[in-house]
């Protein structure tokens, strides 16, 4: 998505509009992903965001759904993701599509060259996810999860 940004927002002080995208990252079995329109926008301080390692000009917030992420994201959670970030660098939450699936996942690079996905929830028996390099070209990296906001 293509976001234009005035660079005079990104002064000490100033808010930054970022996007909420109308698409669900599944903390379970996955989402489809039907589209990527914004629905509405956070604010959110420049400052913090630089703070976090999100260049505000590719900061975006994506909704949560389920439970495979527990305790670190709740279901309804939102996300700050950088959209910068469209490669593995190291093994943090990343938002990703998989086979047509948006998903929200912890991302590991495995020596044989597969990567592995996975879940923070064992105790509802959410299992690691191992793609086989065949399969590598249908994993794309939307982002990097960089923060998250949750409701009490």
């Known amino acids: ?3 234009l940004v005035d660079p005079e927002a990104f002064r000490e002080g100033a808010l930054v509009m970022l996007p909420r995208l109308d698409v669900e990252l599944s903390a ?7 589209s990527e329109d914004v629905e509405s926008f ?4 420049a400052a913090y965001l630089r703070e976090i390692g999100v260049n505000p000009a590719f ?3 994506i909704r949560v ?4 992420m527990m305790p670190t ?5 939102w996300v700050i993701v950088d959209t910068s970030i469209d490669s593995v660098v190291d093994e943090g939450l990343y938002a990703v599509v ?3 699936l948006s998903l929200i996942k912890r991302i590991r690079l495995m020596r044989d060259g597969t990567v592995k996905l996975s879940s923070d929830n064992r105790d509802e028996g959410y299992d690691d996810e191992v793609i086989p390099p065949s399969e590598l070209p249908e994993l794309r ?6 923060g998250h906001l949750r409701g009490i």
């Open 73 to 77: 994201l709740a279901d309804r959670d």
């Open 28 to 34: 379970g079995a996955g989402a489809l992903v039907e």
């Open 141 to 146: 990296i939307a982002g990097r999860v960089r």
């Open 65 to 68: 759904r389920g439970r495979s």
């Open 98 to 100: 998989y086979g047509g």
């Open 59 to 61: 900061a975006t917030t």
């Open 1 to 3: 998505m293509l976001q």
């Open 42 to 45: 956070f604010a959110m301080h």
